[in-house]
T-cell receptor, first 111, second 113 residues
Framework: RKEVEQDPGPFNVPEGATVAFNCTYS??????FFWYRQDCRKEPKLLMS???SGNEDGRFTAQLNRASQYISLLIRDSKLSDSATYLC????????????FGAGTQVVVTP | DVKVTQSSRYLVKRTGEKVFLECVQD?????MFWYRQDPGLGLRLIYF???????EKGDIPEGYSVSREKKERFSLILESASTNQTSMYLC????????????FGSGTRLTVV
């Protein structure tokens, strides 16, 4: 079983709609969580950190459910420019800061 | 902003060649990492370094080595390139503030023929 699992998609989303997807992690001692965005043939870039209480950044909302060991990302009012692969990232405790990556969820926003 | 620079964007090498991938960061970070990314497999950690001359194996170190002689530079070495090392290679530098995760270089797409 992979340490971090994501639905690969693609999630095809009409422009202006809302899309949400989850990521599950296996290590209950994980301490930090992030969502990264990766455009085609580009490097991953930090989208947002995920805090225990949940957090928003504009149209993006991230949630953490420690009991069920998953994090989620919700995108409201989707834009064409939101089309990308979204990587779920977890830092387990005592991991020397090594991040564990999911394989990514592809989102395609259509006109 | 932290800048992580990888020396080559695209490389084509022959089987058996020794290949050097260079990565430089400009923010005095202790921690640096090398990943490879393949479709469906995500990012897999090859090696990482938490200080000059210090290195640790990641999840898939076989066929690779690294060098960290200066804090800003972390090199990945393919001792004898093979076709199954064709991949996208990503270097990352870690902020001391965990809230900011990693900063990645723009990647090197290596093709071994």
């Amino acid at each position: 079983r992979k340490e971090v699992e994501q639905d690969p998609g693609p999630f095809n989303v009409p422009e202006g709609a809302t899309v949400a997807f989850n990521c599950t992690y296996s290590n209950s001692a994980s301490q930090s969580f992030f969502w990264y965005r990766q455009d085609c043939r580009k490097e991953p870039k930090l989208l947002m950190s995920v805090y225990s209480s949940g957090n928003e950044d504009g149209r993006f909302t991230a949630q953490l459910n420690r009991a069920s060991q998953y994090i989620s990302l919700l995108i409201r009012d989707s834009k064409l420019s939101d089309s990308a692969t979204y990587l779920c990232v977890v830092i387990p405790t005592d991991s020397w800061g090594k991040l564990q990556f999911g394989a990514g969820t592809q989102v395609v926003v259509t006109p | 902003d932290v800048k992580v620079t990888q020396s080559s964007r695209y490389l084509v090498k022959r089987t058996g060649e020794k290949v050097f991938l260079e990565c430089v960061q400009d923010m005095d970070h202790e921690n640096m990492f090398w990943y490879r990314q393949d479709p469906g497999l995500g990012l897999r950690l090859i090696y990482f370094s938490y200080d000059v001359k210090m290195k640790e194996k990641g999840d898939i170190p076989e066929g690779y080595s690294v060098s960290r002689e200066k804090k800003e530079r972390f090199s990945l070495i393919l001792e004898s390139a093979s076709t199954n090392q064709t991949s996208m290679y990503l270097c990352a530098s870690r902020s001391p503030d965990e809230a900011y995760g990693y900063t990645f270089g723009s990647g090197t797409r290596l093709t071994v023929v």
